[in-house]
């Protein structure tokens, strides 16, 4: 099954790949989690990519695509991409690569959510450097306060999860990435739209009812 997941920053992407990849055992292949691991290795990329990400802006399209096309190659058993594509340019050339390999993609995963619901969420947010793991200091707390429940060690806060930076990703995601759901219907792609305001569990809930009937 390939998949991609979209929807705002901190609307649960990542929260409901890391379920999605564990009930249908596929690869979870995150742009911003790729950056993330190339800005601590100080590789080129990561170093070219580290500007755009701490003000909120996206990072170009042409290294993006050739990132994310070299994470797909790997990932024979089938994928869900989450925070890819943010824009309509890489969008295209996801669809160029996925033409040269004769792939298709299952469906998309809409997650809705309102921008006044982000900025408690994303401020709250707290990340394990290591595993990735994703908590939140009120609604998913980890077992001890600041510690990884898999024993990874220190949580941290994600430098771009200050309330000023938040505010240039939404804004970001509104004149750049909102128009990718636009893209995707007007090719006829499978895409479902799911209500991302709820609970955590209530959207994992919807989430997996419709990927189940996906193939029914
Ligand atoms: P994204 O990958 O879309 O940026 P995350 O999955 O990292 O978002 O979630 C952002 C923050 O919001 C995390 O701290 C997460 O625990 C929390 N969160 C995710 N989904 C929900 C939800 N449905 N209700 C409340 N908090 C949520
Ligand atoms: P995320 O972890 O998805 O919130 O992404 C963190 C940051 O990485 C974003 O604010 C962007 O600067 C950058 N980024 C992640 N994915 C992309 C993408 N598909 N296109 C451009 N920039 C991206």
Redesign the pocket.
């Known amino acids: 099954m390939r998949l991609i997941l979209l929807g705002p ?1 901190g609307a649960g992407k990542g929260t409901q790949c890391k379920r999605i990849i564990d009930k249908y055992h596929i690869a979870h292949l ?4 790729i ?1 993330r691991a190339e800005r601590a290795a100080g590789s080129d990329l990561g170093k070219k ?1 580290q500007g ?2 701490d003000s ?4 170009p399209d042409n290294l ?1 695509i050739d990132m994310m096309v070299k994470a797909m190659t790997g990932a024979s058993q089938g994928y869900v991409l989450d ?5 309509t340019v ?1 969008a295209e050339g996801l669809d160029k690569a996925l033409a040269k390999a004769g792939e298709k993609i299952n469906a998309i995963v809409n997650l809705i959510v309102d921008d006044a619901l982000i900025l408690p969420r994303m401020t709250g947010r707290r990340s394990c450097p290591k595993c990735g793991a994703v908590y939140h200091i009120l609604t998913l707390k980890p077992k001890v306060e600041g510690k990884c429940d898999k024993g990874c060690g220190d949580l941290v806060q994600r430098a ?1 999860d200050t309330p000023e930076v938040v505010g240039n ?1 939404l804004k970001t995601y509104h004149q750049q990435t909102a128009a990718v759901v636009g893209y995707y219907k007007s090719k006829g792609a499978v895409i479902l739209d799911i209500d991302a305001a709820q609970e955590i569990d209530q959207v994992t809930k919807a989430v997996f009812q419709k990927l189940d009937n996906l193939n029914k």
């Open positions: 920053p995150s742009s911003g989690d950056l990519a755009y990400m909120g802006a996206l990072v993006i925070g890819f594509p943010r824009t890489q771009d990703r």
